[in-house]
């Protein structure tokens, strides 16, 4: 079992919808928790960072951690065709992982006008 | 300001060959990073340098592998006798400093294809 499980998808949705990616992680250890776009051929590009539990928004974006239950979820309102990328959730753990990420497989979004 | 550039952006090779892969960091960031994109594996942690220093290899898949970093700058990821399970998307990413709170910043890639 992969410590970080992300739904794959594909996700398509119509442009202005509501779209609500997730993952689950195992490892306990996971304080710091991102969520990267990667458009195709190019390298990932944080979106969103957050330390330990909470909700954190950022214009159309808004993230969520839930460190009891393992769950980390990305909510994008008023989605946009700018939006269609794939997004990965990585976390990382502190004291001596040094700030390795582990990533999840990352959910293809497709938003259509 | 100029991000992470990698070079070279794609690369045919033959199996057995050997290939060298260039990671240049964010002027400044003392921290380096390689990880792998595969259509299976996802995106997976080989290495990481503070200033030249590497202290934890064991991220990288077998012995064939290799990275070093020179000056604080400059990484190369070696691959010896290449095989086809590693072809694969090879990015980079540095930050300021180590640990979890540091942004890692990731270059282009480079989209490695073993025959």
């Known amino acids: 079992q992969k410590e970080v499980e992300q739904d794959p998808g594909p996700l398509s949705v119509p442009e202005g919808a509501i779209v609500s990616l997730n993952c689950t992680y195992s490892?306990?250890?996971?304080?710091?928790f991102m969520w990267y776009r990667q458009y195709s051929r190019k390298g990932p590009e944080l979106l969103m960072y957050?330390?330990?539990?909470g909700n954190k928004e950022d214009g159309r974006f808004t993230a969520q951690v839930d460190k009891s239950s393992k769950y980390i979820s990305l909510f994008i309102r008023d989605s946009q065709p700018s939006d269609s990328a794939t997004y990965l959730c990585?976390?990382?753990?502190?004291?001596?992982?040094?700030?390795?990420?582990?990533f999840g497989q990352g959910t293809i979004l497709t938003v259509h006008p | 300001g100029a991000g992470v550039s990698q070079s070279p952006s794609n690369k045919v090779t033959e199996k057995g060959k050997d290939v060298e892969l260039r990671c240049d960091p964010i002027?400044?960031?003392?921290?380096l990073y390689w990880y792998r994109q595969s259509l299976g594996q996802g995106l997976e942690f080989l290495i990481y340098?503070?200033?030249?220093?590497?202290?934890?290899k064991s991220g990288l898949p077998s012995d064939r592998f290799s990275a070093e970093r020179t000056g604080g700058s400059v990484s190369t990821l070696t691959i010896q006798r290449t095989q086809q399970e590693d072809s694969a998307v090879y990015l980079c990413?540095?930050?300021?400093?180590?640990?979890?709170?540091?942004?890692?910043?990731f270059g282009p890639g480079t989209r490695l294809t073993v025959l």
């Open positions: 990585a976390m990382s753990a502190s004291g001596t992982s040094y700030g390795k990420l582990t």
């Open positions: 002027s400044g960031h003392t921290a």
């Open positions: 490892n306990s250890a996971f304080q710091y």
């Open positions: 990413a540095s930050s300021l400093g180590l640990g979890g709170r540091n942004e890692q910043f």
């Open positions: 957050t330390y330990s539990s």
């Open positions: 340098f503070q200033g030249n220093s590497a202290p934890d």
